[in-house]
């Protein structure tokens, strides 16, 4: 059986494909080579000790800063409680491997003083 269809043009193929990483995404008008900006707001924009534009922040800065942000905001949202438990369970997980290894390798070796008959 013979399929005939027409080749796909390029932009069909990659239409739904991104084709720019997702941490430099970019607007219509900044065009494709454009240099990666990011916009704060305008209370995170002034720096403490001065007015004025800091540095600007590449991709893979703002991917750190927003992936620290998360861990932190995660940790923060731990109780004590949660931490005890959490150390107990890491504990008495590893002495519940360390007694299993036990029990197989001694109910697994051979008495001395068994005699083969």
Known sequence: MTVTSVPRSVSDATRFTPTTPHASSKTVAEGRFAVPTTRKAP?????????????????????????????????SQVSKVDKIIDGGRRFFDSAHKLTV???????GKEHPHQTAS
Request: hydrophobic letters at 40%.
């Open 43 to 75: 209370a995170a924009a002034s720096a403490p000790g001065g007015g004025g534009k800091g540095p600007v922040e590449t991709p893979e800065q703002r991917v750190a800063r927003l992936r620290r942000a998360h861990q932190a905001a995660k940790l």
């Open 101 to 107: 290894a036990g029990l197989i390798g001694f109910t």
